[in-house]
Nanobody
Framework: QAQLVESGGGLVQTGGSLRLSCVAS????????MGWFRQAPGKEREFVAA????????YYRDAVKGRFTISRDNAKNTVYLQMNSLKPDDTARYFC???????????????????WGQGTQVTVSS
């Protein structure tokens, strides 16, 4: 059974930083694209960032470009999301996900992903 477990969320002030981690287990995720989504109360879940299987290609939603960085360590089956210059609008539950195929950002951001974690809460106070 494939499993994704997120950690690293918390409460931070505006302008602060957090680093989210997602550890994959149950199968080999080394070659699978992975990503981060978020969902704020009363809003739909939205794409945040994605990284290809070998880490050579990364996608970001416009609102986080220049502030968030996605990376992965395949030896540890782990993907990270470094979040800097956090804003209250970044407050949400953040979910790690993995998918079986890679494509353009439009497809990756909008098409279904195959595996999901339970999420970790990020709260940014003003």
């Amino acid at each position: 059974q494939a499993q994704l477990v997120e950690s690293g969320g918390g409460l931070v002030q505006t302008g602060g930083s957090l680093r989210l981690s997602c550890v994959a287990s149950g199968r080999t995720f080394t070659s699978l694209p992975m990503g981060w989504f978020r969902q704020a109360p009363g809003k739909e879940r939205e794409f945040v960032a994605a990284i290809s299987g070998r880490g050579s290609t990364k996608y970001y939603r416009d609102a986080v470009k220049g502030r968030f960085t996605i990376s992965r360590d395949n030896a540890k089956n782990t993907v990270y999301l470094q979040m800097n210059s956090l804003k209250p609008d970044d407050t949400a539950r953040y979910f790690c996900a993995a998918r079986n195929t890679w494509s353009t950002i439009i497809v990756v951001a909008s098409s279904p992903w195959n595996y999901w974690g339970q999420g970790t809460q990020v709260t940014v106070s003003s």
